[in-house]
């Protein structure tokens, strides 16, 4: 889907930029000191920072679970 308008105008010459639909799913298993509440908050600022403007985000949803640690490889098998 190919986007115009305004605000996908770019700075050399008055061009319009063409604008992009992007789908992304993930599955992501980490291992973090970071508390599992402050995970998708900064998973969220990093994928926001690759985008022109926070009206151009349409929906981001990230969740994080705790696993078992035995699916941590902290234990031997």
Do not use: W
């Not at 508390?35 to 994080?64: F, L």
């Amino acid at each position: 889907m190919r986007l115009s308008g305004d605000r996908y105008r770019g700075t050399s010459g008055g061009q319009s930029m063409p604008g992009y639909y992007l789908e992304v799913s993930a599955k992501i298993f980490i291992r973090s000191d970071t508390p599992a509440d402050d995970i998708p908050g900064d998973v969220y600022s990093q994928i926001a920072e690759h985008v022109r403007s926070d009206e151009d985000i349409i929906d981001i949803e990230v969740n994080c679970m705790s696993v078992p640690e035995d699916l941590c490889g902290s234990t031997s098998h």
